[in-house]
């Protein structure tokens, strides 16, 4: 059972000891326990850690190029810190993002290189970086990530699929199949054994099925020899026959009558 939604958004606002004893079952533990200098705080031998809220925190940030190398140019300064969004949103379902933010433009300095003289002023650059002004927990699966056959849910922060029939269908097979709620569909499960001889696997059933007669019936044909056809030879000798019928038929029309 996960934490919900907007209840991991309220722990993330906590800020102090009492914040959080607020929110707990007096019954169920002692507040001396959190009470600095209490009856136990001289047996603790830990360290109560300051909770990482989600705000802007100092970053380091580079200001050179990326794509720099083999140069004799350099930037100076090559980095600085900015503030950045950081921090725990007690939910993997959350992250801390940032709601507002400005660009800086940074006067960085460009120089030249020069083996056995002085280095030399090239010129200056401005380099614009983000800097974030205010920080939230906000959904780490956002809208544009859903698919055709999904809808957002803002307040469970998840793509829900839209198919539910599918859905249904797919789990009265649960022994050959699986949900996928990340593409909606209904996937088999992974097989261990092969098909044997004279089956084939039906991905659309997630099993082995016979092979049907009507695929061997088709492989036959395509495997029948058609009929050899005649040889040059033959076809010359029935050729060279034809002539010869015809040339002795056209002779004995051609002699009249005895006298």
Not at 19 to 29: G, M, T
Not at 183 to 198: A, F, I, K, Q, V
Request: hydrophobic share 25%; aromatic share 6%.
């Amino acid at each position: 059972m996960q934490l919900p939604i907007n209840y991991a958004r309220q722990l993330s606002e906590l800020n102090s000891t009492a914040d959080i004893l607020n929110l707990l079952d007096p019954d169920s533990v002692d507040q001396r326990v959190f009470m600095d200098g209490g009856e136990y705080s001289g047996r603790d031998i830990g360290v109560d850690p300051v909770p990482a809220a989600c705000e802007p925190e100092s970053q380091l940030v580079s200001l050179r190029p990326e794509n720099l190398t083999g140069t004799r140019f350099y930037y100076y300064p090559t980095c600085t810190r900015v503030k950045r969004c950081s921090g725990c949103c007690n939910t993997n379902q959350l992250v801390c993002e940032p709601v507002a933010n400005r660009t800086i433009l940074y006067k960085v300095a460009i120089l030249e290189y020069r083996s056995g003289k002085k280095d030399r002023f090239s010129h200056r650059e401005l380099v614009p970086v983000e800097e974030h002004m205010r920080c939230k927990c906000q959904c780490r699966v956002k809208e544009s990530d859903c698919t055709e056959r999904q809808l957002y849910n803002p307040n469970n922060c998840r793509c829900e699929c839209t198919n539910k029939e599918d859905r249904n269908r797919c789990l009265q097979e649960r022994q050959l199949k699986q949900w996928n709620p990340s593409t909606c569909s209904c996937d088999c499960l992974p097989r261990n054994e092969e098909c044997t001889s004279g089956s084939h696997y039906d991905r659309s059933a997630c099993k082995c099925l016979p092979v049907s007669m009507d695929n061997v019936e088709v492989a036959e044909v395509l495997t029948t020899p058609s009929p050899a056809a005649p040889s040059s030879t033959e076809t010359a000798t029935t050729s060279l026959s034809t002539d010869v019928d015809i040339s002795t038929h056209s002779g004995k029309d051609q002699t009249g009558p005895a006298l």
